[in-house]
């Protein structure tokens, strides 16, 4: 009897909730005006700080145009790779970063007024928790700044880690 109860409790739910994907019909996808904020870093890119070069940077749209891929190469040595998207279950961007010495990030974020502004927690170079800022300026010449600021006093005061210029190669 508990069998039956559940069965027919249960049958409405399981033809009403995936009815979508029964018909064949494409998941949500990545088509929003959202989901499109971040295209800017799309590309092949020159890395510079200061006017050195810093390293170079390919950014590629994956997944169906839901990741932006990002492939990192330091002047000095030294890969990494981030994962972008749109979460649009809580309206924000993600980033996953990971670099060949097993360092990694996972920051959180907006886009307004031309910037993404991504923000998370680290260890610091002491091995304490700190604040991290990466900020993405879509800068009217196409070039793309990147600045990435740690804190270790709750956002009291900023150091710049990294503020690199990239260039379309």
Known sequence: MKRLLLLVWLAPRVVAAPAVMAQGAPPPGCTSAEARQFDFW???????????????????LE?????????????????GQSFNFFDRTI???HQFW?????????????YADGRLV??????????????????????PDGTVRQLWETSADHGASWQVVFDGLYRKR
């Open 118 to 139: 991504l923000t998370g927690e680290a260890p610091g170079p002491d091995g304490k928790p700190a604040d991290q800022r990466l900020t993405f300026f879509n800068n």
């Open 63 to 79: 997944e169906g145009r839901c990741v932006l891929h990002e492939h990192w190469t330091g002047s000095r040595g030294g890969t």
């Open 98 to 110: 990971v670099d060949d010495s097993g360092n990694y990030l996972h920051l959180t974020g907006t």
């Open 42 to 60: 799309i590309g092949n890119w020159n890395v510079t700080v200061g006017g050195q070069q810093a390293g170079t940077n390919e950014v590629t």
């Open 91 to 93: 309206g924000k961007w």
